[in-house]
Structure formats: structure tokens, C-alpha cells
């Protein structure tokens, strides 16, 4: 399977996006997987017997969570190779914003394992990111939360992007999630790894 | 020989102000060279029999072609290395725009073999670049179609000109090609690399 | 020791926000060294015998450099290991504006040795860092000369440092050093260190 990463930061509809990925997919019959890479590498630590859920991934010392974030992206690209034709999609981000700085989503020891055809910047307007992000009550996203921020997480992310993708020789495409229609950026995506 | 690499987006007038840097170099009696790194490229395969024209290039697998990238870029170190004294520029980008995003033209691989002392990227106003590639009609340069592409590409290649950079500590420097003097330009390059 | 990497352009004012690291820290009794990496090269440089002073330091063919910013980066990362607890500071750049363009100042083999926890980037406003340099004529910082440059520069700082900070999994933290307070930008390095 041919690898695609689809970053972009909370609120800026990814998730939704990916699902719609998967629908187009289903019914192009096109074989196909979505991985979140979060999930991926907690159920790696699971497996692994570091810790029993997720809270307790936070509190593992970072040599330990940078061993984890290997096995995963090892994973993956396993699964790719295994998967045969078609196309598998991963689920993350370019940077984190934390109290510590922007920290690399795909950093060397990441994207050499996974070795990406595509690196997808889903980028949207900072107003429409933080409109999103103040109606999903469900999630705490505080750290992203004025338009100055958003706007320069979105230009971190572009610059920690296409430094991954030096590393590897993969593509970086910005894709804009327009306002009400998901399929518009999902299909962008699909025809960008065809 | 010194090895300068010598960037820019199509229509910014990177043939003219390498005709000049070779000029002047010339004229004063300075021993160079200029490789078009695409043609060393085809050539490299035409050697090694992959292919008989340059149409065949764009056919040829993805991993064939990050093989043909490193042969050439082995190819011109070498030529500089034996070539003596004096500079050897290669023509090529820092990114190429694609229907599946931005391209890097010094990927790891890349970059590592040439080992550059200086990334150059050749800018001009978009509108400028604009206005020339409407003028040359002979080259279909339809990725680049308007102000904001152009600015946003010209960005693009800033970050992966420096994440080129950082891999083997080659500076990266701006030069500005104003509008019917290429020979200022020029100038600068050489400047830069003495 | 946990290593952050604190960097900055002339006229920001770093030493005088890591004075105040340091005082704060001497404060709460917490072990701290700060290390300024060009002394630090000089230092090693002499050791090994290759200058006699910080003048001959330019002098070095570029292999040689590069080869001390090795040693240099391999020494400090040893002394923060045989440290013990605590933080110790790199005092450096995130690039350098040269005449051949800029400089990364944490290139793969320096940032590969020193595997920093934080990458922090101090930044003021333009207009800020061009009168405390105009103030401050002890130094020639005549490459830094118009706001246009230092906006200019700031950013390739960032692109730099994202890319560095791509190689190691490190996190690149913007600090504003706002005018009159620099215990402002020292508080909130420790608290990202912590």
C-alpha cells in the first residue's frame, strides 16, 4: 500500500476528512486503511506491557516514549508492505503544541520507518479552525486558542512538514478543508497518491 | 572546485543569470563549470541504459528514480572534486511544485552526496515572474499560474532550502534577480562563494 | 542535566536574559551551568592546538571548523551528563547572516551530539533589536542593519531551528524577550525546562 500522512492541527476537521476518505474508498473499492498514529502507539505500549491505558502514557520517561514512537511507525509500514495494492492513510500531526514548544509529529528516527509517498497539510482559516474548536465542547484544546496561534501553528507545521519530507524525498501538500464539505479535501487527498 | 547550488522557481531567470555567472567567470579567468542537474540526470540514465529519451524518465519507478538522483549527484561531486581549482554551480530547485505538492529537489540523499557550500535561492517579485512566464510561451508552466502560488512557493522552497542546509552545513543565500540586469545577480553568486 | 539550546540574533538580548537564568536558578538552589558555544569552540580550539586566539578562529579551512564544532558540541554534551540533575544552557544561534548566506549554527552533526531537550528562540520586535544594536556600539553588528533583515532573519532562524529540531525530537520554543523585564523570558525558559 502506498503511505499518505494527514496532518493538521485540532479543529481543523481531520478526523471527519478521513472518513470521508474512507467512504470514497469503500466505494471506489478501493483497498484501504486509516491509522491514527496516537492509537497505534498506545496500543504498541499496551502490547508492549508498558502501561494498562492512556493516561499512563504522558508519565513514560520520553527515552521510552521515543522507543515507542519507532515500533509504531515500524508497524505501520509493515502493514503497508503486507497490505498489497492500495492506499494507507495515517492519521496525525506535523507539530504539537505544548507547554514546551512546537515538538516534531514526524521527526527523523519517524518518517525514515514510515518513508511517505505524501505529506498532507490540512490547513483551513484560523476563524474557522477556532469557531470549530469553541463548538466541539467535547475536547479540551486550549492551547490553541487565539488566531495568532493557530497562525503560527499552521507555519511550524509547514516548516516541520517539509523538513520530514527532505529527509525522505516525500511530497508536502497543502490541502484547504473548506467550510461545509468534507469530500472536497478527501477527494484532494486521494488524488494526490493516485 | 566549490560547489554552489543555484535555485529558483521556473520563470525567475535562472538560465540567463547562470549564462552570465559563466560569462564573467570566463572573463575573468576563472575555472568553471554549470551542470543542469535534470539533464546530468537523463544523461546518468541514458548511461545506465534505463532509458532513451527524456519522456521515459517520468515513467520510471519512484525508487529508480531516487537511484538515478543519487548516481548524478555522486557524478557532479565527483566531477568537482577532479575538476581542480575554481566553482561549479549546479541548475536545479529546492522544490518542485506537483499535483502531489511540493516536490524537495535536495532531499537527504541529495544533498549529502553534492555537499554544497552555498543553497542559493534565486527570487523576484511574483508579479515579475509572472509577467515572464507569459512572455515564454515555449515552456507550458502552468503549476505556477498565479501571485499567491508563486509567493507560496517561493516560501516553500525557503524551508526546504535551510532543512537541505542544516543536513551538512552549507549556508543559504537570497539573491534577487531585478528585472533586466541579470548580471547584478550574477555578480552576487560569485561573491558568495569566494 | 537537561539540555536547552538558547538562541537568538544580535541585539536580542540573550546574555542578558541567561544572566538572569542563571540568577533565578542560583535562587532555587537548582544545579546550572550555561555554556556559550562560540567560547566554548574557541576553548577547544586552543586545547587542541589549532589557534592561539579568537582571531585565527576565521582563519580554519571549513573542515576544520566543522570538525571543532564536533568536539565542541561532544564536550558540552559530556558535561551535562557527568553533571548530574539539573539544566544546563547552550548559549548559540540558530543561524548566523554571513555574507555567503545563512549559516545554520545547528547543523545535523552539532544538534545530533547535543540532543537538546528544548530549542528556545528569542525574539523581540524588529524595531526593538535595531535600537538596543544601535545603543550597544561596543559591537559591529553591521549584517543586522534594517528591519526588513531582522524580520527576514528571525524567520530563517525558525525554519532552521524546526529543521534541527526535526533531526532529534526536540521542541522549538518561541520566547518574546519583551523591552525593560527579561526575568519575563528566563522564567518562562526554566518553566519549559521543567
Do not use: C, W
Request: proline share 4%.
Amino acid at each position: 500500500m502506498k503511505i499518505g500522512i494527514v496532518t493538521g492541527i485540532p479543529g481543523v476537521g481531520k478526523t471527519t476528512v478521513l472518513s470521508k476518505v474512507k467512504e470514497i474508498l469503500e466505494e471506489k473499492k478501493i483497498n484501504n486503511r486509516i491509522v491514527n498514529y496516537g492509537d497505534y502507539m498506545l496500543m504498541t505500549a499496551m502490547k508492549l506491557g508498558y502501561v494498562n491505558n492512556r493516561d499512563e502514557m504522558r508519565k513514560l520517561p520520553v527515552e521510552k516514549q521515543k522507543q515507542l514512537q519507532i515500533e509504531a511507525a515500524k508497524g505501520i509500514a509493515n502493514e503497508a508492505k503486507e497490505g498489497g495494492d492500495g492506499l494507507l492513510f495515517i492519521d496525525t500531526h506535523a507539530v504539537i503544541r505544548t507547554p514546551s514548544g512546537y515538538l516534531p509529529g514526524l521527526p527523523k528516527y519517524v518518517i525514515e520507518e514510515i518513508n511517505p509517498r505524501v505529506i498532507f497539510l490540512l490547513e483551513a482559516d484560523p476563524k474557522v479552525i477556532l469557531d470549530r474548536q469553541r463548538r466541539d465542547t467535547s475536547r479540551s484544546r486550549t492551547d490553541y486558542s487565539d488566531e495568532k496561534i493557530i497562525f503560527e501553528t499552521i507555519n511550524f507545521a509547514r516548516y516541520a512538514a517539509m523538513a520530514s519530507a527532505v529527509l525522505v524525498g516525500a511530497t508536502v501538500k497543502i490541502i484547504i478543508n473548506v467550510e461545509g464539505d468534507p469530500s472536497v479535501a478527501a477527494n484532494e487527498i486521494i488524488n494526490s497518491m493516485l
